[in-house]
Structure formats: structure tokens, C-alpha cells
């Protein structure tokens, strides 16, 4: 259990780290919304959420509760560096309660009737107000123009240089969250939770394989297509008839981390599970340089695990 001083202790460290003052520094040196490590291999992760930069004018109109950062995917870059040899790596560098990378850039939600966050987020993941001052749709769409549309320029640039190398390429896009959030689903989350959007995104092939190596890691829990199907990144750029296929991996962060302020990361549990994450990695590598039986989409794979 966290104390009230524990977390006001990391309140004041992260507006330190994060605060006006501080983005407005990092602003004036040009902070790119995307950081791309190039590989030539034909896998490329994609890492919309871990960014944790906030500008200084944006950071003075979040609460203390926005402030907070919490639904960062933490640490997620770290766990997953040196799983997979000559991979190409594309980061956001930016915090998703600036604009969120992984939404519909038009805003439609990818849950309709359920409770989720939006391209900008009003709230938290436990459905709480992020802002003293909410932006507009004028300063939304800016947002959109500034940060989002860079991030995935940057990923369909990197997807189609791998797909004319090696006539396709497979986008891993790399995401956690808490393991227990009612606001968003009931229960406890399964440890790994696949989503190809009930098959549409990738080969049956991809999503065999990953659906088998993470049943496989019986120390572990999964879900195909539960609660998370994957995001707008997932659907928008799996075209398997296309040559591109993608998935999404939404790790419980509990299988790696702690899951509350100062969200510790936990090298013997992030040393487990990345075992079959690398494994999980270089299968797909091995599948997309074979380029065999990657045409036809996952349509009728059955899940397993917790209901959607």
C-alpha cells in the first residue's frame, strides 16, 4: 500500500521532472516527437505510449492528478531493448495526455459503448478530470498536426522501407497497463493480451505463433482479442493482403513492474517475462524472412482466455 507521503513524494518528483519550467527547456531545444533506431530486419516495434514529455504550456493546464503521468506505459521501451537483433525501433516522445498516438486521429472511439480515453484524453484510466483547463477542438487538431502525424509518418515511412526489402513487414506495437482499472474493464487482466482486431490485421500464421508461444509461457495468463484488440495503430496499418501485417502485445504491468507511484521496474520479473517475448520476436522475424503463408488474414482463430 502507497502512503499519502509516498505519493505526494512522487508528485513533487515528477513535476520536477516534468514540470513548466522543464518543458519549456526541452521545447527550445527542438524536441522531436519521434525518435526511429533503424534496423533491416523486417520486424519494427512500435512504442506510441512510453513517451513521458510534456510542453511547458500544456503542463501548466493539467491538474495535479494529470501531472501524475499515470497511464504511461512504463518502462516498456527498456524491457523490450535487445529481445530482437536489427529491429527497427519507433518511439514517441511525447506523453499521451498530449495527444494520444495510438487513437483515431479523427477521434472515433475503437470501443464504442465502452468506457476508453480519446485522441486527447479528458481523463485518466480511472475516468478522473486530467486538466484545470481542457483544450478546445482548435488546440486538439494542433496537437494531432504537431505530435501525432509525425509519430506515424515516421512508422508508415519505416513499414513500407522494410516491406520493399523484404516484401513484408510485421509491426509489433508494444504497449501495458495496470492489470486492474474498473473503470476500463472488469476483474484482472490477463498477463498478455493479443489483439489483430479479431484476426483482420496479420497472417494466421502471426497470430498463431503468438497466440501459441505466450499459451506456451505457462507462468503467464492470455487473451486474444479480449478486452484490447489492438488500437487505431494496429487497424490502420495490418493489411496482410498488402504484405503488412500487424499485432498488438498489451502487457500487464504487473509482470514486469510495480503498478503504483514511483511505478518501480523490477529486473528479476522484467528478466522473466522477457524471455518469452524475445522468443515471441524472433519466431515473427523468422516467419516474415521466409515470407511463407503471410497472405491471408487471421479471420476465425478462436481466442482463449478471459472474455472480451
Known amino acids: 500500500m502507497v502512503s499519502w507521503r509516498e505519493r505526494r513524494s512522487w508528485r513533487w518528483r515528477c513535476e520536477r521532472r516534468h514540470g513548466p519550467a522543464h518543458g519549456r527547456a526541452r521545447a527550445e531545444r527542438r524536441v522531436t516527437p519521434v525518435e526511429v533506431t533503424r534496423g533491416a530486419g523486417p520486424v519494427v516495434l512500435g512504442m506510441p505510449h512510453t513517451g513521458t514529455y510534456v510542453p511547458g504550456d500544456i503542463w501548466d493546464r493539467l491538474n495535479d492528478r494529470g501531472r501524475a503521468l499515470t497511464d504511461t506505459d512504463w518502462h516498456i521501451h527498456q524491457l523490450y531493448d535487445g529481445l530482437l537483433d536489427d529491429v527497427t525501433v519507433v518511439r514517441a516522445t511525447f506523453h499521451r495526455y498530449v495527444v494520444d498516438a495510438n487513437r483515431d486521429p479523427q477521434g472515433h472511439s475503437l470501443y464504442p459503448g465502452r468506457n476508453t480515453t480519446g485522441l486527447v484524453p479528458m481523463t485518466d484510466f480511472d475516468g478522473r478530470a ?16 504537431a505530435w501525432h502525424a509525425p509519430y506515424h509518418a515516421a512508422l508508415e515511412a519505416e513499414l513500407a522501407r522494410l516491406r520493399d526489402t523484404h516484401g513484408v513487414a510485421v509491426l509489433y506495437d508494444c ?35 503468438a497466440e501459441d508461444v505466450c499459451t506456451a509461457a505457462t507462468d503467464y495468463t492470455t487473451t486474444v482479442n479480449g478486452r484490447f484488440k489492438g488500437g487505431w495503430t494496429t487497424r490502420h496499418y495490418g493489411r496482410p493482403t498488402a504484405g503488412l501485417h500487424a499485432i498488438q502485445m498489451e502487457l500487464a504491468q504487473a509482470t514486469y513492474m510495480r503498478e503504483c507511484p514511483p511505478w518501480t521496474y523490477l ?24 515470407g511463407q503463408g503471410l497472405s491471408s488474414p487471421a479471420l476465425g482463430r478462436h481466442d482463449r482466455g478471459q472474455p472480451s
Open 175 to 209: 504497449h501495458s497497463i495496470r492489470s486492474e482499472i474498473p473503470y476500463l474493464f472488469e476483474g484482472t487482466l490477463a498477463d498478455f493480451n493479443i489483439g489483430t482486431n479479431d484476426g483482420a490485421t496479420c497472417a494466421r500464421e502471426i497470430a498463431a505463433t
Open 267 to 290: 529486473p528479476a520479473r522484467a528478466e522473466a517475462v522477457r524471455a518469452p517475448l524475445g522468443c515471441l520476436l524472433g519466431r515473427l522475424d523468422a516467419l516474415a524472412r521466409a
Open 130 to 145: 486530467i486538466w484545470r483547463t481542457p483544450p478546445d477542438d482548435a488546440e486538439i487538431a494542433a496537437r494531432r498536426d
